[in-house]
């Protein structure tokens, strides 16, 4: 079975200062991993994904995951966070099932 | 392209009733898809569907119903609405399920209140 734990519930950074929302997984085999954002009352947009290929992994808006399988982690990285980056971040992971298996999420606040 | 598109938005039911939460998708995708997002829980999947004729059980399949009659189209139906339903509906699309990492495409979802 396949799963995913994200390690905070809560992140708060300044604008301007470093993003680390973390993510590890479980997984029987070589998962497929993705990090979805959801800003408020809106539905979910891809960050990014990991598809067994290059194990950084380079999003939208300046976001980028390593998957690093010795640590079966997937974190989600941005280097300078912006206002408009406030909102809810799923790192979800799928297996050779149809479901994808979604974290509880991680609420990312950003203050001036 | 539309992408995937869910009505209606917003929606309170009152105890016992019934409703059909509609889900249309217009990337002739095979897969499509049912989750609920509760605070804290994340999304679980409700119901799923690889083809049209195709549906099977998620995670939290009890209370609802589905059918797939068209490749576009995947309802979804409370068959007597419970407080314990009220939540956020997504309904989800992709490609071909076999092939790792398919970009799977959501909805803006459904706000269901029941009274």
């Known amino acids: 079975a396949q799963s995913v734990t994200q390690l905070d519930s809560h992140v708060s950074v300044s604008e301007g200062t470093p993003v680390l929302l973390r993510c590890n997984y479980s997984s029987s085999y070589s998962p497929s991993l993705f990090w979805y954002v959801q800003h408020p009352n809106k539905g979910l947009q891809l960050l990014l994904k990991?598809?067994?290929?290059?194990?950084l992994v380079k999003g939208i808006n300046g976001f980028e995951a390593e998957f690093k399988k010795s640590e079966t982690s997937f974190h989600l990285t941005k280097p300078s966070a912006h206002m408009s980056d406030a909102a809810e971040y799923f790192c979800?992971?799928?297996?050779?099932?149809?479901?994808?298996?979604f974290g509880k999420g991680t609420s990312l606040l950003v203050t001036p | 392209n539309a992408g995937v598109t869910q009505t209606p938005k917003f929606q309170v039911l009152k105890t016992g009733q019934s409703m059909t939460l509609q889900c249309a998708q217009d990337?002739?995708?095979?897969?499509m898809s049912w989750y609920r997002q509760d605070p804290g829980m994340g999304l679980r999947l409700i119901h799923y569907?690889?083809?049209?004729?195709?549906?099977d059980q998620g995670e939290v399949p009890n209370g609802y119903n589905v059918s797939r009659s068209t490749t576009e189209d995947f309802p979804l139906r409370l068959l007597s609405a419970a407080p314990s339903q009220t939540s956020v509906y997504f309904c989800?699309?992709?490609?071909?399920?076999?092939?790792?990492?398919?970009?799977?495409?959501f909805g803006e979802g459904s706000w269901l209140t029941v009274v």
């Open positions: 569907s690889v083809g049209a004729g195709i549906t």
């Open positions: 990337m002739n995708h095979e897969y």
């Open positions: 990991y598809t067994s290929a290059a194990t």
């Open positions: 979800v992971v799928k297996g050779a099932g149809y479901a994808l298996n």
């Open positions: 989800a699309s992709s490609l071909q399920t076999g092939i790792s990492g398919n970009t799977i495409y």
